[in-house]
């Protein structure tokens, strides 16, 4: 029995302070076969051994704010919906989604 394998890659320029100047990501499984841009990526790994996440957040020295709170609470959104699919938790992915609207209320109350 052959196992598929996937490859996911990021590769990043830094500028000369070490900050993100250009985020590229390519996938083995992308439709597309070129790499493409990115203004910015969430990446968390859970670590059996520890009990504790790793997280990797980098987004490039350009992108709006606004765009990077829109970033998060879509990404806050999907832990919702990860959530009910992994353990059908309805009240934490309901609670999650509701934090969500919260922040979203936020947001447009600063403008």
Known sequence: MTTKQ???QFTIQLDSKNIPERIRWEATDKPEDT???TKS???ALWDSQ???TMRIDLWTKDMPVDEMK???IENIGGIAQSVLTAT?????ANEINALC???VELVRNQK
Do not use: H, W
Not at 88 to 92: I, P, W, Y
């Open 6 to 8: 996937s490859t996911i």
């Open 35 to 37: 790499p493409e841009d």
């Open 41 to 43: 990526i969430s990446v």
């Open 50 to 52: 520890q009990k504790n």
């Open 70 to 72: 829109r970033f998060y």
């Open 88 to 92: 059908g938790d309805e009240a934490m």
């Open 101 to 103: 609207d919260r922040l």
